[in-house]
């Protein structure tokens, strides 16, 4: 595995948790000062779940040392342990849409910092767990896929939570990601690397698949997370099983471009981490104004941050060694880049902490 | 985390609500006698279940209860804690055992002066696990000092920890061994406080002595100033000492000139105090003591230290002196700094600080364990051990250089996670231990003490649902059973939950168990295809290359496949058969759906019935599937009929002579077929078998014309 440093190592803090960290989010700012981030728990020893805002602070403000804590403020008791979890900013407001096992979807909304309320909820619209939920941004509608082949819509109105259910396959496909492209379009992926495109003004099937034979006879796998550039919907960014990162272009639709992992042909790629599961991707939201024009005007893709089953945390970049932001001992199951301070990194350690990146 | 001492079981967890329970259905007939079954389940659950007879039939016949057990340990670590504990030591302890195997196979080619020496990697891993215990005590000595505080009280040290200072300072550190007495000071000024609610200890003296310091107005007539002081000196804490002596109150300036002779002790005494001569290589700032690196200096300043003592004890201005408490408190000091035995005694609380005071005063000159262990006898005798304490067994072992007993005591007081990671400590630096702790024994079924301990350290993990993915980690550095245990564990993990069969997988790679891993999969492909997942079913039989399960659910799968083209259901399969698209993977039967969704995708491209080249094309697709053995033959029938188009293709014949030949006997046969019982009939037309037969014989009459 080749990487290279950074030339400067992000700034590093973990904390311990002493609970299973299932999901992990930046909240949407309430106040201009405080920065809050929104855990999903699970506590073993009692065997029950918790959805809580957690403030984050520097405890010496005066002091040199920058080292930061987590304090919870509020905290809301999901009917069992939580699947995914996805923030948005609704009329100023920061909402929470929270997936359970039981295949449940939740919408919460932050009144302010210190109260959790529960908007109102969609029971068991799957059967078995939900694996995936995506908040529309800006908007209080969600997406839910499972591994049962349902894709519903769940949005939250005035007369509470609502859900439909757009699609079924009736368990001939898993779908394991979803993401919104626009508020009409989202993607799905699921397995065998499989990518849908949907429109909900076109019911019945997706609009548009990919699958094709690319992985030239090395292991397939699942896609375990997609990301969607506001600026550049016609492209569909994946992460998957075997290090897998790859990104399919609507308008090219039979040739991935592959950002790291599986060789093609004859020309090998950088890996970021030998086939180890990349649980979860995201367009990298801290580019730097001198990067920037690189990516404005070319058709090269924007650089991605990834986490893995093999503990590594980096950004990764088409046809450049990632660069690796965390190394850990066991997996990094979750992160979030901060909207508002895209050099801020929060990510849930396997091992039952968090883990807070600062970047110069 | 901990076991529960033999024969007794672990205390009920207080918790408010009781524990749920389950009802139990069952359709026994009666009579039936109530049973009661126990059972351990995940972690430290234990799993009551009672049979019994409805009373009536809306009562259920039995109910589950399960009840969560506390680990059977003192709760000065909780289970959360110790969890840290087990993730944070993994990487230290997989780090050692990759440099043992390095180290190894290195020493026996060459003994190079540039590697380091094998205790000195111990130790960087005991560095690494002892940090993860607690917080280094900080020092007692703050920024903003309070004069009236001379004990900070800091973060409650564990046993846990101490247990582990202990072994690493007398296993494996060995630049200390010439500074052990001294290490042992060190030690017990750290953890003096843990034997505080067993024996009573200097450090609660002082403690206690702190918080009425405040309704004192002269300090120095309470004899219990004295005692704390005598005390505290006894076990070596300079720096409280001499800081309670300038709180003396010949110090404060309007009694200076009264008092000047008694001041003039006092401060005799603390400077003799700072002076004193010590066997180490450094102190800490602030610490007081004037270190020696080398014996000989350190004995000629011993000596000197020793001769100013006694000088100032004789000198005559004791009789000067007016005041009686400091007079004899000092002279009490003097006899402490001169080692007098019965000073000591009264001064110290229990025999580790009377064992501690020897090395300072009596046998400052003390080396060797075997002294050190008659020493240990002595004191104890003379400070016999009320109650027992988890350390004590520890220090013993460790004196009585007895390395089955330590590892034994630790292994009871500490649980598991100690034994398997002191082990290290143990071996360390001696060749006995190594020889004992590593040799294979009859009696523990050909394993050696090191793997048992391992290993049931790994069974502790295994049993948690959250520590279990480190065991194989354990599990991987014992020899003999490791492995067989690592397959079992992994078998044991439940597959239908994605995230978890994943990580299982990746373990399986990790330690190249690739049968173990394909099982795991097939599990895994069963599972979901049982439970209506049958996308989820084929990909995971597919990644376990199952074909003979792929060729089972085929058969099922077809008697749901829509069969013809303007069947909308077959829309629905799209997402299932696209999975089914990697060549190189194992599609068994499920390989001809493949072939018949691409067949039916080229007749949808011909249309209106001009597209020639499509047309061709959908021919030859259509040989091969009546050619291929993997056809089932219900769709025979459903696949000529959707090929009338092409059986009545307007330009020319399509097909050859031999082809429709070889079509018609395939109606032939299942003309046949239909006579023999199991025959399945299928759901279509006979005037569909009529009208393909007789466009088969057109396109044979024209087929012959045209060759």
């Known amino acids: 595995m080749a990487v290279t440093q950074l030339p400067r190592p992000p700034e590093v803090y973990k904390l311990p948790q002493y609970k299973y960290v299932d999901a992990v989010r930046w909240l949407p700012p309430i106040s201009a000062l405080d920065r809050h981030a929104v855990l999903a728990l699970f506590d073993s020893d009692g065997g029950s779940s918790t959805v809580e805002i957690h403030s984050l602070l520097n405890p010496n403000p005066d002091a040199s040392s920058t080292a930061k804590s987590l304090t919870t403020l509020a905290a809301w008791t999901p009917p069992s342990r939580v699947s995914s979890l996805k923030t948005t900013n609704l009329g100023h407001r920061p909402f929470i849409a929270v997936s359970t096992v039981d295949g449940s979807v939740h919408v919460l909304a932050a009144q302010n910092a210190h109260s959790l309320v529960e908007m109102g909820a969609a029971p068991r619209v799957h059967a078995g767990p939900v694996s995936c939920i995506d908040l529309v941004e800006g908007g209080a509608e969600c997406v839910s896929v499972g591994e049962d082949g349902r894709v519903n819509l769940v949005s939250l109105g005035d007369s509470g939570v609502s859900s439909f259910r757009f699609f079924d396959s009736n368990g001939l496909v898993s779908y394991s990601a979803a993401r919104w492209a626009s508020p009409n379009e989202f993607a799905t992926g699921g397995l065998g690397f499989g990518l849908q495109w949907w429109d909900r003004r076109k019911p019945g099937g997706p609009v548009s698949q990919f699958k094709c034979n690319w992985t030239q006879g090395r292991a397939s796998g699942i896609v375990h997370s997609i990301d969607i550039h506001p600026s550049r919907k016609h492209t569909c960014l994946a992460g998957g099983s075997s290090g897998t990162i790859f990104a399919w272009d609507l308008r090219w639709q039979q040739q991935p471009i592959i950002l790291s992992g599986v060789v093609m042909g004859d020309g090998s790629k950088h890996s970021v981490s030998d086939s180890s599961e990349v649980w979860e991707v995201q367009y990298d939201r801290d580019v730097k104004s001198s990067n920037a024009s690189n990516f404005s005007s070319s058709s090269r893709m924007l650089p991605v941050m990834m986490c893995s089953e093999d503990g590594i945390l980096a950004v990764v970049e088409e046809d450049e060694e990632p660069v690796e932001l965390l190394a850990e001992p066991c997996a990094i199951n979750s992160f979030d880049i901060d909207k508002q301070n895209p050099s801020d990194v929060i990510c849930s350690l396997e091992w039952e902490s968090v883990a807070i990146l600062t970047r110069p | ?707």
């Not at chain 2, 205390?11 to 351990?40: A, E």
């Not at chain 2, 846990?160 to 017990?188: C, T």
């Not at chain 2, 004791?318 to 400091?326: A, D, E, R, Y």
């Not at chain 2, 698209?581 to 491209?605: I, N, P, T, V």
Request: charged share 20%; net charge neutral.
């Open chain 2, 1 to 707: 985390m901990p076991e529960p001492d033999g024969g007794e079981l672990g205390p009920l967890s207080s918790s408010p609500t009781p524990p749920p329970s389950y009802p139990l259905r069952h359709s026994l007939r009666s009579p039936l006698s109530p049973r009661v079954s126990l059972c351990w389940c995940r972690g430290n659950s234990l799993r009551v279940s009672l049979f019994s007879q409805p009373a009536s039939e809306v009562e259920f016949g039995g109910e589950v209860v399960e009840l969560k057990l506390n680990d059977g340990g003192d709760g000065e670590i909780s289970n959360a804690q110790w969890r840290r504990i087990a993730y944070g030591s993994v990487s230290p302890f997989a780090m050692l055992q990759s440099r043992r195997n390095s180290f190894s196979s290195l020493s026996k080619i060459n003994s190079s002066p540039y590697h380091l020496e094998w205790w000195e990697y111990v130790m960087e891993y005991s560095k690494d696990i002892n940090s993860l215990l607690g917080n280094p005590k900080s020092s007692k000595n703050s920024l903003i000092e309070d004069p009236k505080t001379f004990v900070q009280k800091s973060e409650e040290p564990t046993c846990l920890k101490a247990a582990w200072e202990l072994m690493e300072m007398f296993y494996a550190d060995k630049l200390s061994q010439p500074w052990l007495p001294e290490r042992l000071v060190d030690w017990l000024a750290d953890y003096d406080s843990l034997f505080a609610r067993a024996y009573g200890t200097v450090y609660s003296k002082l403690l206690n002595f702190q918080n009425e310091l405040i309704n004192l107005q002269v300090i120095e007539d309470d004899p219990r100033y004295w005692e704390v002081i005598a005390s505290a000196l006894a076990v070596g804490w300079l720096e409280i000492v001499v800081k309670l002596l300038r709180l003396h109150g010949s110090y404060q300036l309007d009694q200076l000139s009264n008092r000047e002779t008694e001041n003039g002790l006092v401060e005799a005494v603390a400077v003799l105090i700072s002076k004193m001569p010590r066997m180490r290589p450094e102190l800490e700032p602030r610490r007081l003591g004037e270190c020696y690196k080398a014996k000989p200096d350190f004995i000629k300043a011993w000596e000197k230290w020793r001769g100013q003592i006694n000088k100032l004890d004789c000198s005559a201005f004791w009789i000067q002196c007016h005041h009686v408490q400091t007079r004899e408190g000092l002279r009490n000091l003097l006899q402490i700094m001169l080692g007098n035995m019965s000073s000591l005694s009264a001064a110290t609380s229990h025999w580790l600080e009377l064992y501690i005071s020897h090395f300072l005063y009596v046998r400052p000159f003390t080396a060797g364990l075997e002294s050190m262990y008659s020493l240990a006898q002595r004191c104890i005798q003379l400070k016999p051990m009320s109650n027992s304490h988890k350390l004590m067994g520890v220090m013993i072992g460790i004196l009585g250089e007895n390395t089955e007993v330590v590892l034994a005591e630790s292994s009871k007081e500490f649980g598991p996670w100690m034994a398997a990671h002191a082990i290290e400590l143990l071996t360390a630096g001696s060749d006995e231990a190594e020889a004992l702790l590593r040799e294979e024994r009859y009696s523990l079924g050909e394993i050696s003490l090191e793997e048992l301990h391992r290993l049931v350290y790994a069974q502790v993990l295994s049993s948690h649902a959250l520590s279990w993915q480190i065991a194989p980690v354990y599990l991987s550095s014992c020899l003999k059973q490791g492995m067989g245990l690592l397959e079992i564990l992994l078998y044991r993990q439940p597959v239908p939950h994605k995230e978890l069969l994943l990580k299982n997988l990746e373990i399986c790679r990790l330690y190249e168990l690739d049968d173990i891993s394909s099982n795991i999969m097939k599990m895994a492909g069963v599972h979901h295809w049982k439970h209506g997942r049958k996308g989820s079913g084929v990909y995971w039989l597919q990644q376990a290359q199952d074909e003979f399960r792929l060729n089972k659910i085929a058969q099922l799968l077809f008697g749901s496949v829509g069969k013809s083209i303007s069947d909308e259901s077959f829309k629905q399969w799209e997402g299932l058969i696209e999975l089914l698209h990697s060549e190189s993977k194992a599609a068994g039967g499920l390989e001809f759906l493949l072939k018949y969704r691409d067949f039916k995708r080229l007749l949808q491209q011909i249309g209106d019935g001009k597209n020639d080249v499509a047309a061709q094309q959908a021919v030859e697709s259509l040989m091969l599937l009546m050619k291929n053995p993997s056809t089932p033959q219900r769709f025979w029938l459903p696949l000529l009929n959707d090929s009338l188009k092409l059986l009545n293709w307007q330009d020319r014949p399509l097909l050859n002579v031999s082809q429709t030949n070889l079509l018609l006997n395939k109606l032939q046969e299942l003309s046949i077929a239909r006579l023999r019982p199991h025959f399945v009939k299928p759901d279509f037309p006979m005037e569909a078998l009529n009208s393909v037969r007789l466009s088969l014989a057109t396109n044979l009459g024209r087929a012959i014309l045209e060759e």
